[in-house]
Structures are given as C-alpha cells and as structure tokens.
T-cell receptor, first 112, second 112 residues
Framework: DTEVTQTPKHLVMGMTNKKSLKCEQH?????MYWYKQKAKKPPELMFV???????INESVPSRFSPECPNSSLLNLHLHALQPEDSALYLC???????????FGPGTRLLVL | AQSVAQPEDQVNVAEGNPLTVKCTYS??????LFWYVQYPNRGLQFLLK??????LVKGSYGFEAEFNKSQTSFHLKKPSALVSDSALYFC??????????FGKGTMLLVSP
C-alpha cells in the first residue's frame, strides 16, 4: 500500500482565519514533506521532517507552521494567510534513501 | 547543485503512436532519477525510477525510461499512447540524501 491521505480536499479561508491541513501515511516512512504547487508548475518544497524532527525549512513564512505529532502524521497550521498563498498543498512521504516520494492527493486552498 | 530540464512545454501525439517526453539532468555523482505524472486536480503519482543497474527502466501503465549517462538524459517513453495518458509529467533528480529537484513539467496531449 503506497497511500498518503490528506484532509480536507478543499479549504476556503479568510486572511484572519486559522486552519490546519492534515496528512497521514502508514507505510512506515520516516521522512515526510510539505510542498506548495501553483497551477501547471512543479511542486515547491516547503518543509521536510526526518524521524519526526524538522530537517529542512525552505525559508517559508512563519504564517505556515508545520508539526509532526508522530511518525504517521504531519500537520500544516495556517494563520493570517495572503491571497497569493492560494495553491494546491501536497504532502509526501518516503524512506530516507533512495527517495521515492509518494504523494497525497493534495488540499486545494483558496485564501480570500 | 542539481537541476533538471524538460525542454518541451507540451508534447502532442496521436493515440496508438509512440510517445517520448524528454528530460536531461545535471548532478554531481550518480543520480537518482524519477518520473511522476499528475492528472488534473490530483497529486503526483510515481511512475518509475532509476537508481542503478539496467539503463532501461520499466514502470507503471506501460511506461519506460532509458538512462543515458553520456547524454545525461532520462527520457520517458511508451510504445503506444492512450488518450488517458494525457496529463502533466514531471522528471526529478536527487542524489543520496538530497531532496528532489523537479523539472518544470511537460504537458502530454494524446488525441483520439
């Protein structure tokens, strides 16, 4: 089973709202990732967790706050977002090496 | 630094004809190479990868790719295209513990 699940599928939020995106995998992968993807563009890496510790933050604004409560779960907390943050947010997981990343279906976020 | 080039924004092919989606890479040392496909409003699906060994890699849905070290290429191929193959295709490279670097993507359109 190579399934990564993400909830919600769609999210609309105002610029003053606080919301969270959730990602889950049960493949025993020890690396998990958040990506942001604009339409017809490649995914842009935001964060990487290895063994539940944040290992890479690609200079993401602090209005995005990741959290890895355990080895199967990854959250992305959103606060005071801007309209330009509207995008598809993808979660992925992998073993540490080699890095075949398995992606979830994404959460389509619209910030009004 | 590592990089991937997908020189074609779009590839058009008639159903039943062979298809090729091009990818060239730049990385120091031995590369790990991947192809992913993305259908509209979906996450990325893993198609195939080259890590080591046989230069011809077979993947999902009848796709294959040939690793050519001298030309630093990893072109995606399929002998007979289907309309359902129409999607956005991403080539990606990593090396060891580095993160994935994606190409810009190539839209494949298969006409009936």
């Amino acid at each position: 089973d190579t399934e990564v699940t993400q909830t919600p599928k769609h999210l609309v939020m105002g610029m003053t709202n606080k919301k969270s995106l959730k990602c889950e995998q049960h493949m025993g992968h020890r690396a998990m990732y958040w990506y942001k993807q604009k339409a017809k563009k490649p995914p842009e890496l935001m964060f990487v967790y290895s063994y539940e510790k944040l290992s890479i933050n690609e200079s993401v604004p602090s209005r995005f706050s990741p959290e890895c409560p355990n080895s199967s779960l990854l959250n992305l907390h959103l606060h005071a977002l801007q309209p330009e943050d509207s995008a598809l947010y993808l979660c992925a997981s992998s073993q540490l090496d080699p890095k075949t990343q398995y992606f979830g279906p994404g959460t389509r976020l619209l910030v009004l | 630094a590592q990089s991937v080039a997908q020189p074609e924004d779009q590839v058009n092919v008639a159903e039943g004809n062979p298809l090729t989606v091009k990818c060239t890479y730049s990385v120091s040392g031995n590369p790990y190479l991947f192809w992913y496909v993305q259908y509209p409003n979906r996450g990325l699906q893993f198609l195939l990868k080259y890590i080591t060994g046989d230069n011809l890699v077979k993947g999902s849905y009848g796709f294959e790719a040939e690793f050519n070290k001298s030309q630093t290429s990893f072109h995606l191929k399929k002998p007979s295209a289907l309309v359902s193959d129409s999607a956005l295709y991403f080539c990606a490279v990593s090396r060891g513990y580095s993160t994935l670097t994606f190409g810009k993507g190539t839209m494949l359109l298969v006409s009936p």
